[in-house]
Every structure is written in C-alpha cells, then in structure tokens.
Nanobody, 117 residues
Framework: QVQLVESGGGLVQPGGSLRHSCTAS????????MAWYQQAPGKQRELVATITSGDWITYADSVKGRFIISRDNAKDTGYLQMNSLKPEDTAVYFC???????????WGQGTQVTVSS
C-alpha cells in the first residue's frame, strides 16, 4: 500500500520560511514525478511546483524565485522550501506522486500553511 506522509506546515509571519517534506512508502519513489499543490479556502487545488523523475523542475509564476522543490531518492522524500512567504500563500499544501505510463497517482494528506502577522 502506497502512503505519502507530509510534514512541515504551520503558522509563519509574512516574509518567513517553511519547509515541507513528503515521504513515500510502499513504492519505488525515484520513478515517479513529484509535485506540490496548494488549495486555498474556497478555491480549486492549484499546481505549485513539479520535479520529474529526471529532475526537470517547473514552478507556477506565483512562486518563482521564492519556492524551491527538490527530492532525495535515497530517502524516498521530496521537499518544498517556501521562502518570502506572503499571506496569499495561505493554503493547504499537498504532495503528489504520478507516473503517466503506469497510470499511478498518489496524494499526501495535506498540511496547512498560514501566513499571518
């Protein structure tokens, strides 16, 4: 059974930083593309950043230059470093593993990030 366990959310002041982690079990982490999504209250889930199995990285325009996605395949863990946080970054953040050819798609439980003074 595949599980993704997230950690790292919390309350932070504007301009602060947080680091999310997402650890996978029950599957071969390194073959999957990994992504982070955010879902703000009353809004749809939106893609924040992706890192493919080949380490190709993309970011949403809203987080470019502030967020950094990375992965450590030896630890079956992905990360999202969030810097220069803004109140509009307040959301639940979800990690996702996907593999198009295998038609696999897995989600973490989500962690709340609140940016407020």
């Amino acid at each position: 059974q595949v599980q993704l366990v997230e950690s790292g959310g919390g309350l932070v002041q504007p301009g602060g930083s947080l680091r999310h982690s997402c650890t996978a079990s029950g599957t071969l982490f390194k073959i999957y593309d990994m992504a982070w999504y955010q879902q703000a209250p009353g809004k749809q889930r939106e893609l924040v950043a992706t890192i493919t199995s080949g380490d190709w990285i993309t970011y949403a325009d809203s987080v470019k230059g502030r967020f950094i996605i990375s992965r450590d395949n030896a630890k079956d863990t992905g990360y999202l470093q969030m810097n220069s946080l803004k109140p509009e970054d307040t959301a639940v953040y979800f990690c996702n593993l996907s593999h198009d050819r295998l038609r696999r798609d897995y989600w973490g439980q989500g962690t709340q990030v609140t940016v407020s003074s």
